[in-house]
């Protein structure tokens, strides 16, 4: 058997959902190397920190804060994926960021 003549089909493909799935808010992100057996993966972990809410005065606030022995992060998705996808994405938000960028003067 030979590769002469053979090409890849080309089959469209549908994300089911997109419209429906729910967007998450996220601003705390983990990015970690896969585990020993798995280094070609990357691990990320998207989280929600919501910081405690102050009411008090500036020093109630503070003493408030001191007070707490951490801060709580909801972790809202943890996804795997090897390196060729994490390039993938790093290129893809990278030209979206460009095009913001560009669009907003921002940056």
Do not use: C
Not at 18 to 44: C, K, R, T, W, Y
Not at 70 to 85: C, D, F, I, N
Not at 86 to 107: H, I, K, Q
């Amino acid at each position: 058997m030979t590769d002469e003549g053979s090409e890849g089909i080309a089959i469209p493909v549908l994300w089911e959902g997109l419209d429906s799935a729910e967007i998450s808010f996220v601003n705390q992100m983990i990015v970690q190397l896969g585990p020993p057996g798995n280094e070609g993966e990357f691990v990320v972990t998207l989280g929600q920190l919501h910081p405690p809410v102050l009411m008090g005065g500036e020093e109630e606030n503070k003493a408030r804060l001191k007070a707490l022995p951490y801060v709580t992060v909801r972790v809202v998705a943890k996804v795997g994926m090897p390196v060729a996808r994490v390039r993938e994405l790093r290129d893809l938000l990278t030209r979206m960021l460009d095009t913001y960028e560009s669009a907003t003067g921002a940056g």
